[in-house]
C-alpha cells in the first residue's frame, strides 16, 4: 500500500513515516500544500493523510479540488484542533475520516486500517486473492500449507496486482505505485520482479494467478 504524508510540521511527518515503514507501508511525505495537492493528482495513493493547516493552500482546500477532479483515494484530514465544525467542514468536502493531534501509533494504524478495508478484502494484514494470502506484516505469500517470503518490492508489485485485479494497468502506473514518484524503477525493473513473482507463484501451483503482461499488465 503506497501512502501519501502532507504535513508541514516535520517531525510529525518523520514518526508517522516511522510508524508506517515498521507495518510494510509505503511512504511518501511532503510538506506543503502546493506539493501535496500535484502529488495526489497522480493518482498513484491508496490512502493519503492531509494536515489541515499548510502552507501555500489549506488540507480543506486540497481535498476539495481532488474530489472535483474525479480522484476517490481514501483521505484521513489530520487537524491540530479538536473543534467540531474542523471534523464537519473535512467530512463534507469529501475526507473520509480524520484524526486530531496528537493521536497514538495504534489509533493511526487502526483508522488506516479501516480506510483500506473499504476498498479491498483485507482482514487484519491479510489481503487474499483466490486462495493466496498476503501477508503485510511479514511479507510471506501463502497457500494452504505452503508458504514463501516475499523481497518488499516482490511484496509491493505482487499487492498492487491482487488489488487491482481484472483490471488492467498501464506499465508506468505499475511502476509509480510500486517504485515511487521519483523514477527509481523502469520497464526492465518491472520486467524482473514480474519474473520473480511469476517463479514464486509457480512454486505456490497458483497458475490461475499468472498475470499477462502484453502491453500493458492484465491483473
Ligand atoms: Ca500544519
Same mark, same amino acid.
Given at each position: 500500500?503506497?501512502?501519501?504524508?502532507?504535513?508541514?510540521?516535520?517531525? $510529525?511527518? *518523520?514518526? =508517522?513515516? +516511522?510508524?508506517?515503514?515498521?507495518?510494510?507501508?509505503?511512504?511518501?511525505?511532503?510538506? !506543503?500544500?502546493? %506539493?501535496?495537492?500535484?502529488?495526489?493528482?497522480?493518482?498513484?495513493?491508496?490512502?493519503?493523510?492531509?494536515?489541515?493547516?499548510?502552507?501555500?493552500?489549506?488540507?480543506?482546500?486540497?481535498?476539495?479540488?481532488?474530489?472535483?477532479?474525479?480522484?476517490?483515494?481514501?483521505?484521513?484530514?489530520?487537524?491540530?484542533?479538536?473543534? $467540531?465544525? *474542523?471534523? =464537519?467542514? +473535512?467530512?463534507?468536502?469529501?475526507?473520509?475520516?480524520?484524526?486530531?493531534?496528537?493521536? !497514538?501509533?495504534? %489509533?493511526?494504524?487502526?483508522?488506516?486500517?479501516?480506510?483500506?478495508?473499504?476498498?479491498?478484502?483485507?482482514?487484519?494484514?491479510?489481503?487474499?486473492?483466490?486462495?493466496?494470502?498476503?501477508?503485510?506484516?511479514?511479507?510471506?505469500?501463502?497457500?494452504?500449507?505452503?508458504?514463501?517470503?516475499?523481497?518488499?518490492?516482490?511484496?509491493?508489485?505482487?499487492?498492487?496486482?491482487?488489488?487491482?485485479?481484472?483490471?488492467?494497468?498501464?506499465?508506468?502506473?505499475?511502476?509509480?505505485?510500486?517504485?515511487?514518484?521519483?523514477?527509481?524503477?523502469?520497464?526492465?525493473?518491472?520486467?524482473?520482479?514480474?519474473?520473480?513473482?511469476?517463479?514464486?507463484?509457480?512454486?505456490?501451483?497458483?497458475?490461475?494467478?499468472?498475470?499477462?503482461?502484453?502491453?500493458?499488465?492484465?491483473?
Amino acid at each position: 500500500m503506497r501512502v501519501l504524508i502532507v504535513e508541514d510540521e516535520k517531525e $510529525i511527518a *518523520d514518526g =508517522i513515516t +516511522g510508524i508506517l515503514k515498521d507495518e510494510g507501508y509505503v511512504i511518501d511525505a511532503v510538506y !506543503d500544500g502546493e %506539493e501535496g495537492l500535484s502529488y495526489i493528482l497522480s493518482g498513484v495513493y491508496d490512502l493519503i493523510l492531509l494536515d489541515v493547516m499548510l502552507p501555500g493552500i489549506s488540507g480543506f482546500d486540497i481535498v476539495k479540488k481532488v474530489r472535483s477532479e474525479g480522484i476517490d483515494t481514501q483521505v484521513i484530514m489530520l487537524t491540530a484542533k479538536s473543534q $467540531i465544525e *474542523d471534523k =464537519i467542514q +473535512g467530512l463534507d468536502l469529501g475526507a473520509d475520516d480524520y484524526l486530531t493531534k496528537p493521536f !497514538d501509533a495504534g %489509533e493511526l494504524l487502526a483508522r488506516i486500517r479501516a480506510r483500506i478495508r473499504n476498498t479491498t478484502d483485507i482482514k487484519g494484514n491479510i489481503l487474499s486473492t483466490y486462495d493466496i494470502e498476503l501477508d503485510a506484516s511479514t511479507f510471506r505469500l501463502k497457500q494452504g500449507a505452503r508458504a514463501i517470503k516475499l523481497s518488499k518490492t516482490e511484496y509491493q508489485l505482487l499487492e498492487c496486482l491482487m488489488v487491482n485485479k481484472g483490471q488492467i494497468l498501464p506499465r508506468d502506473t505499475i511502476i509509480t505505485k510500486v517504485w515511487g514518484v521519483d523514477d527509481s524503477g523502469d520497464y526492465n525493473s518491472l520486467e524482473v520482479y514480474i519474473s520473480f513473482l511469476r517463479k514464486k507463484l509457480k512454486f505456490m501451483k497458483r497458475i490461475g494467478f499468472l498475470f499477462k503482461t502484453v502491453g500493458n499488465i492484465r491483473c
